[in-house]
């Protein structure tokens, strides 16, 4: 930046005050890779993706409008040139994603911030595409109308067969949208099934939707689990409880 500059000077103060902070962190008992995407016209963030330990936390800093997804990868194993790198969440191999989307399924986090700061901004977590791990979002300072929680059951613990992603192991690492596993209109919500009125809640989705109330279990979603919120700090933590028994929520 030229400091001699004024337009430049005033450009980089007001992306200063006006910017929105994620901190993002790992309750995970394993490490995870979050990953970031911005929608066009947006910048990337943390070059799309970090590594981050168990019980770690990063604050990531976003310009005051940016749009764009969240997610976690998991069982990634950089450097042994196997494509993909992740068992779940992979962006073409790569560390850092620098603008790819990751592979479905997976559990997105979704923002759509305001520059205005006196106007909410937009969020949710969607399972439109499927699962992975359990995702919470929670505004800096803590407000319960602000919060998204994580899910009451495992989905992976419950995830049909049918829905299943399992990696070299056999284990059970994520689980398949219906739209995804099967590419039919009606679970899609598309071309005759394009509206709410036409694309109801599946068999599918309705089990997304009881371990996971607070998240777009599929397209037309109601009562909307989008949530609008004034502030410049959330709280993103992967795994939100720390324990799960047979597949249920522990505190």
């Given amino acids: ?116 700061k006196n106007k909410p901004n937009f969020y949710d977590v969607s399972l439109v595409d499927g699962y992975n791990i359990p995702i919470s979002v929670t505004s800096i300072p803590y407000s319960f109308k602000c919060r998204i929680g994580g899910c009451k059951k495992d989905l992976n613990h419950i995830c049909p067969q049918e829905l299943e992603v399992l990696n070299d192991d056999g284990e059970i690492v994520a689980c398949k949208s219906a739209c995804l596993a099967f590419n ?23 089990i997304f939707k009881e371990a996971c109330p607070s998240y777009y279990s599929y397209a037309y979603d109601n009562p909307s689990p989008l949530v609008n919120c004034v502030s410049d700090d959330y709280l993103i933590t992967f795994c939100p409880y720390t324990k799960w028994t047979n597949g249920i929520e522990s505190t």
């Fill in 1 to 116: 930046m030229n400091p001699t500059n004024p337009f430049l000077l005033f450009s980089f103060f007001l992306f200063i005050f006006s910017a929105c902070n994620f901190y993002i962190s790992n309750k995970c008992s394993y490490p995870v890779w979050p990953a970031t995407a911005a929608n066009v016209g947006h910048p990337v963030l943390a070059n799309g993706g970090f590594y981050l330990p168990p019980g770690a936390q990063r604050k990531v800093q976003a310009p005051a409008d940016w749009v764009g997804r969240i997610w976690a990868r998991t069982g990634c194993k950089f450097g042994s040139n196997t494509i993909p790198a992740c068992e779940t969440g992979d962006c073409g191999g790569r560390l850092q994603c620098n603008g790819l989307i990751g592979a479905p399924p997976v559990t997105l986090a979704q923002f759509a911030l305001q520059a205005d």
């Fill in 184 to 206: 039919n209109d009606k679970f899609c919500c598309r071309n005759e099934y394009g509206t709410p009125s036409k694309c109801k809640p599946s068999i599918y989705s309705k």
